[in-house]
C-alpha cells in the first residue's frame, strides 16, 4: 500500500514511563521499514514548539529497547494547553514536513494529540503512563514494570516489618488511581488496600482490623495506599498511637517510574509502535491504539477521553478474603 505519510514525528509526554523507548524504537525502525522518515521530536510538546526536532535512523535506537525513561525526554508543557501553543505545535509539523506524528503518553497527551488532529496533522496516540489510567485499553506501556518494582520493594519492607512486628504502610504511585495500589495489595499480600475510587479510609474501621489481625495471630500488617488517598505518614502515627503496635511509612515515589522494562511492557511497547505507524500508513488520524480482550485495536481519541475505567470488583473481594 502506497502510505499516505512520507514523515513522521514521535515524541514521549507527560510522565516518562518503562517501555517507552521499546515504543520509540518500534516507531522508528517501522516507519523505515515502509519508507518514511521519522523524526525524534525531544521534550514532548515542548520540543515540537521550539523545534528540538531531529531525524532518527535505524541505529539511532539501537540498545534502548532494554532501558527505562525515555531518550527522547519528556515534559509538562503548559504552553500547549493554549491555543496559540497548539497551532504553533501544528505550524512546526509543517514547517519540517511532518504529516503524521506519534504522541506516546497518557490522556493529558491525547488531549494534546486530538487538538493537533483538529489542525490537519494526523495523530495516533500509544498509552504510555505508569498509572494504567486509560478507559480505552486493558494494559498501558510502563505499568508491568511499575508494578513489578513496586512489589519487589514492598516485599523487602515486609522482610523487616515482620522482624520488627510492625505495621508497614506504603504509598504507591497512580496519580488518581488505584490500579498499582490493588495490583501491589494482592500480589504482595497486603492487609488492606486503600484506593480513590473506593472513597477516604474509615479510620476506625481500619484501627479495628489491625486488632482482630493482631489477635488472630498475625504479628505484623501490612497496608497499601495509593497516593490519590495519600496521608501515608498521618495515618502511620495514628495507627501507633491507638493501636500500640509500631507502625512505619514508606512513600516509594519515582523509584517506581525507573527501571528496564519488563517483558510484557517491551511486548506492547513495540506492537502498539508499530501499529500506530500502520495506521498513520492507512491514512487514520485522531486515534489511540489499545490492547483489549486480548487483542490490538485503535479507537477514535474523543471516544476514548469519554470511556471510563472501572476498578475490578472481584479483584478487591479477593484480596479481602486472601488477607484472613
Ligand atoms: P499524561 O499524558 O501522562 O496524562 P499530563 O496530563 O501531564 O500527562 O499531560 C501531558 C501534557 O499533555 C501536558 O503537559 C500538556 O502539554 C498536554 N495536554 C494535557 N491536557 C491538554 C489539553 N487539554 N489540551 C492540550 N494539551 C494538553
Ligand atoms: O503519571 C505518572 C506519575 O508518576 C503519577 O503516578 C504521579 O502522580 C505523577 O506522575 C508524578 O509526577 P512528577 O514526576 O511530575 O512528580
Given at each position: 500500500?502506497?502510505?499516505?505519510?512520507?514523515?513522521?514525528?514521535?515524541?514521549?509526554?507527560?510522565?516518562?514511563?518503562?517501555?517507552?523507548?521499546?515504543?520509540?524504537?518500534?516507531?522508528?525502525?517501522?516507519?523505515?521499514?515502509?519508507?518514511?522518515?521519522?523524526?525524534?521530536?525531544?521534550?514532548?510538546?515542548?520540543?515540537?514548539?521550539?523545534?528540538?526536532?531531529?531525524?532518527?535512523?535505524?541505529?539511532?535506537?539501537?540498545?534502548?529497547?532494554?532501558?527505562?525513561?525515555?531518550?527522547?525526554?519528556?515534559?509538562?508543557?503548559?504552553?500547549?494547553?493554549?491555543?496559540?501553543?497548539?497551532?504553533?505545535?501544528?505550524?512546526?509539523?509543517?514547517?519540517?514536513?511532518?504529516?503524521?506524528?506519534?504522541v506516546i503518553g497518557g490522556d493529558g497527551s491525547f488531549?494534546?494529540?486530538?487538538?493537533?488532529?483538529?489542525?490537519?496533522?494526523?495523530?495516533?496516540?500509544?498509552?504510555?503512563?505508569?498509572?494504567?489510567?486509560?478507559?480505552?485499553?486493558?494494559?498501558?506501556?510502563?505499568?508491568?514494570?511499575?508494578?513489578?518494582?513496586?512489589?519487589?520493594?514492598?516485599?523487602?519492607?515486609?522482610?523487616?516489618?515482620?522482624?520488627?512486628?510492625?505495621?508497614?504502610?506504603?504509598?504507591?504511585?497512580?496519580?488518581?488511581?488505584?490500579?498499582?495500589?490493588?495490583?501491589?495489595?494482592?500480589?504482595?499480600?497486603?492487609?488492606?488496600?486503600?484506593?480513590?475510587?473506593?472513597?477516604?479510609?474509615?479510620?476506625?474501621?481500619?484501627?479495628?482490623?489491625?486488632?482482630?489481625?493482631?489477635?488472630?495471630?498475625?504479628?505484623?500488617?501490612?497496608?497499601?495506599?495509593?497516593?490519590?488517598?495519600?496521608?501515608?505518614?498521618?495515618?502511620?502515627?495514628?495507627?501507633?498511637?491507638?493501636?500500640?503496635?509500631?507502625?512505619?511509612?514508606?512513600?516509594?515515589?519515582?523509584?517506581?517510574?525507573?527501571?528496564?522494562?519488563?517483558?510484557?511492557?517491551?511486548?506492547?511497547?513495540?506492537?502498539?509502535?508499530?501499529?500506530?505507524?500502520?495506521?498513520?500508513?492507512?491514512?487514520?488520524?485522531?486515534?489511540?491504539?489499545?490492547?483489549?480482550?486480548?487483542?490490538?485495536?485503535?479507537?477514535?481519541?474523543?471516544?476514548?477521553?469519554?470511556?471510563?475505567?472501572?476498578?475490578?470488583?472481584?479483584?478487591?473481594?479477593?484480596?479481602?478474603?486472601?488477607?484472613?
Amino acid at each position: 500500500m502506497e502510505s499516505k505519510v512520507k514523515t513522521i514525528g514521535v515524541l514521549t509526554s507527560g510522565g516518562d514511563a518503562p517501555g517507552m523507548n521499546a515504543a520509540i524504537r518500534a516507531v522508528v525502525r517501522t516507519g523505515i521499514a515502509r519508507g518514511i522518515k521519522v523524526m525524534g521530536i525531544r521534550k514532548g510538546y515542548n520540543g515540537l514548539i521550539s523545534g528540538e526536532i531531529q531525524e532518527l535512523d535505524a541505529r539511532s535506537v539501537s540498545d534502548i529497547i532494554h532501558r527505562g525513561g525515555t531518550i527522547l525526554n519528556t515534559a509538562r508543557c503548559m504552553e500547549f494547553m493554549t491555543e496559540e501553543g497548539q497551532k504553533r505545535g501544528a505550524q512546526m509539523c509543517k514547517i519540517y514536513g511532518i504529516d503524521g506524528l506519534v504522541v506516546i503518553g497518557g490522556d493529558g497527551s491525547f488531549k494534546g494529540a486530538e487538538k493537533l488532529a483538529g489542525l490537519g496533522i494526523n495523530t495516533i496516540g500509544v498509552p504510555g503512563t505508569i498509572d494504567l489510567d486509560i478507559a480505552c485499553t486493558d494494559y498501558t506501556v510502563g505499568f508491568d514494570t511499575a508494578v513489578n518494582t513496586a512489589m519487589e520493594a514492598i516485599n523487602k519492607i515486609r522482610d523487616t516489618s515482620a522482624s520488627h512486628e510492625r505495621c508497614s504502610v506504603v504509598e504507591v504511585m497512580g496519580r488518581n488511581a488505584g490500579y498499582i495500589a490493588l495490583w501491589c495489595g494482592l500480589t504482595n499480600g497486603a492487609e488492606e488496600i486503600f484506593i480513590p475510587e473506593k472513597g477516604p479510609i474509615d479510620e476506625n474501621k481500619l484501627i479495628r482490623h489491625i486488632l482482630r489481625n493482631h489477635q488472630r495471630g498475625k504479628n505484623h500488617n501490612l497496608i497499601v495506599v495509593a497516593e490519590g488517598i495519600g496521608g501515608t505518614q498521618a495515618l502511620a502515627k495514628k495507627i501507633e498511637e491507638v493501636t500500640g503496635i509500631e507502625a512505619r511509612a514508606t512513600i516509594l515515589g519515582h523509584l517506581q517510574r525507573g527501571g528496564s522494562p519488563t517483558a510484557i511492557d517491551r511486548l506492547h511497547a513495540s506492537m502498539m509502535g508499530a501499529m500506530a505507524v500502520e495506521l498513520l500508513i492507512k491514512g487514520k488520524s485522531n486515534r489511540v491504539v489499545a490492547y483489549k480482550h486480548g487483542t490490538y485495536e485503535d479507537y477514535d481519541i474523543n471516544e476514548a477521553l469519554k470511556m471510563e475505567k472501572s476498578i475490578d470488583e472481584w479483584m478487591i473481594e479477593v484480596s479481602k478474603m486472601l488477607a484472613i
